[in-house]
C-alpha cells in the first residue's frame, strides 16, 4: 500500500457552489478508485476561486457601507478550505458507500507556518479582490495600508505576499487520522498562513501556492508518492508549440536545466515542477507524478503523467 497525497487544481473544483458539488462529484471518482486498490490517500486541494468569492463579497459589502470593515484575509481562506472540505467530504462519503468501501473522511481546517523574513513579504505580488480606479485605490491604500497595483490595465487590485511554507501546524493530529486510515482533506488553498506568535500564531494576509504546501504536507508526512493534478496530462516543453515534446519522465536536474532555459510558466506549470522536484528530492524512492485526475491509476503504472524522480 502507497500513501499518496493529491493536490486537487482549480479544475477539479468549481467556481461557485452549485458548479462545485457538481464537479467534485466526478472528482472523487478516480480518488476512490485509488483508494479501493488500497492506497492510503490525503487530499490537499487549491481555492482561487473560492477565496477570491468571499473576499470579494465582503469588499463588496464594505464598500456599499453595510459593513464597517473587510474580512481579513487569513479568516477568507479558513472559510473556503471549510466550504470546499464539506464539498469534498459529501461526495467521497457517497463514493465510498457506491463502492462498498467503509472508511471515513474528514476535513481539518489547517494553518501553514510561514517565514515573517520571508523575501515575498518584501515584493508582493498576488492580486486578490476586485478591482478599483486609481483614485479608488489610492484611497483603499491609505486608509488601510493595502499594497495596491494595476493588474494588466484592467484596474487597480490589492496585492499580498505568497511565502514559501515552512511547516504544517496540524500535522499531528493529520498524522493520527492518517494512522487510523481516514481520508484527510487538508492545506485547502496552500493552508492559512501564519506566523509565530509568543505560545500561538497569528495569521498574516499572504496566499502560500498550494503546490508547495501539498509537497510540504507530503514531506511531513513521509508519502510515497506526491500527485499534483493539472488539466493537461502531463509536463511538456514548447508547450503549445508546434515542436511540444511530451515528457513522460523527468529527473530533478533535467528540471533544473529546463526551468532555466524558461521552459515552463510561471503560475502554472512552474510551480507544480519545482514542487515536484522539491518532493522527489527529499528520499531516494519518491516519486512525483504531475497529470490529470481522470487517469490518476494509469499515472501510477507510467502509463500517463510526466513521473518527477531523484
Known amino acids: 500500500m502507497s500513501k499518496i497525497v493529491i493536490a486537487l487544481g482549480g479544475n477539479a473544483l468549481g467556481n461557485q457552489p452549485s458548479e462545485q458539488i457538481r ?7 478516480p480518488i476512490v478508485e485509488l483508494i479501493k486498490q488500497g492506497h492510503q490517500v490525503i487530499i490537499s486541494h487549491g481555492n482561487g476561486p473560492q477565496v477570491g468569492m468571499i473576499n470579494n463579497a465582503f469588499e463588496a459589502a464594505r464598500k ?9 484575509f487569513p479568516e477568507c481562506g479558513a472559510m ?48 486578490i479582490g476586485p478591482f478599483y480606479t486609481q483614485s479608488e485605490a489610492e484611497a483603499i491604500a491609505q486608509a488601510t495600508g493595502y499594497i495596491m497595483k494595476d493588474d494588466s ?27 487510523n486510515n481516514v481520508i484527510v482533506i487538508t492545506v485547502g488553498g ?21 503546490d508547495f ?31 511540444q515534446v511530451d515528457l513522460r519522465e523527468l529527473t530533478v536536474d533535467d528540471a533544473k536545466t529546463y526551468i532555466r532555459d524558461g521552459h515552463f510558466a510561471k503560475g502554472s506549470m512552474l ?22 485526475l481522470e487517469k490518476a491509476t494509469l499515472a501510477l503504472e507510467g502509463k500517463s503523467g510526466t513521473r518527477v524522480i531523484l
Not at 515542477?273 to 490529470?292: D, H, P, Q, Y
Request: proline content about 6%; aromatic content about 6%.
Open 190 to 210: 496552500g493552508g492559512i498562513p501564519v506566523v509565530k506568535d509568543g505560545n500561538g500564531y497569528i495569521g498574516v494576509p499572504a496566499v502560500i501556492d498550494k
Open 64 to 72: 456599499s457601507g453595510v459593513l464597517q470593515h473587510g474580512m481579513p
Open 153 to 179: 490595465n484592467r484596474g487597480f487590485r490589492r496585492v499580498i505576499a505568497s511565502p514559501k511554507p515552512i511547516d504544517v501546524i496540524e500535522i499531528d493530529t493529520i498524522k493520527c487520522l492518517v494512522e
Open 23 to 29: 464537479l467534485v462529484g466526478e472528482t472523487v471518482k
Open 213 to 243: 504546501a501539498s509537497q510540504k504536507l507530503a514531506d511531513l508526512l513521509d508519502a510515497d508518492y506526491l500527485f499534483i493534478l493539472t488539466a493537461v496530462e502531463c509536463v511538456s516543453l514548447n508547450f503549445g508549440k508546434p515542436n
Open 271 to 292: 510551480p507544480k515542477v519545482e514542487a515536484a522536484m522539491n518532493f522527489a528530492s527529499g528520499k531516494l524512492g519518491r516519486v512525483a507524478l504531475i497529470g490529470a
Open 80 to 127: 473556503s478550505q471549510g466550504y470546499i472540505g464539506y464539498h469534498l467530504q459529501n461526495a467521497l462519503a457517497k463514493e465510498l458507500v457506491n463502492q462498498n468501501l467503509c472508511q471515513k473522511c474528514v476535513t481539518i481546517i489547517s494553518q501553514v507556518e510561514v517565514d515573517p523574513n520571508d523575501i515575498a513579504f518584501q515584493t508582493p505580488t498576488k492580486p
